[in-house]
Nanobody, 122 residues
Framework: QLQASGGGLVQAGGSLRLSCAASGRTLSSYTVGWFRQAPGKEREFVGGINRRGDATNYGDSVKGRFTISRDDAKNTAYLQMNSLKLEDTGVYYC?????????????????WGQGTQVTVSS
């Protein structure tokens, strides 16, 4: 089971850090992806980190602003979001899959957290 947390209301230009905690599974066995979904829009790949923790990949809209990391000792992955924009608003999900590659397609991910709301205000 994955549990995403850390969402909230933040002003544009601000920062938030989301957490994705795994229970009942060893997160180090999985590549973790972060996705987001805004109302009326399709789920969008934000980024991910492979299960070895030595490779990351990001969607074009967040490159240079967001950073994904993991702490396998805590069985947790993180999404650090800086310089937030209004268009970053949405429900953020973490997901896990066993491939070593960070894949942008949500169809590849086997396990999903419940999502945490991020709202960026002007």
């Amino acid at each position: 089971q994955l549990q995403a947390s850390g969402g909230g209301l933040v002003q544009a230009g601000g920062s938030l850090r989301l957490s994705c905690a795994a229970s009942g599974r060893t997160l180090s066995s999985y590549t973790v992806g972060w996705f987001r979904q805004a109302p009326g829009k399709e789920r969008e790949f934000v980024g991910g980190i492979n299960r070895r923790g030595d490779a990351t990949n990001y969607g074009d809209s967040v490159k240079g602003r967001f950073t994904i990391s993991r702490d396998d000792a805590k069985n947790t992955a993180y999404l650090q979001m800086n310089s937030l924009k209004l268009e970053d608003t949405g429900v953020y999900y973490c997901a896990a899959q066993r491939s070593l590659l960070v894949v942008s397609s949500p169809n590849v991910y086997d396990y999903w957290g419940q999502g945490t709301q991020v709202t960026v205000s002007s």
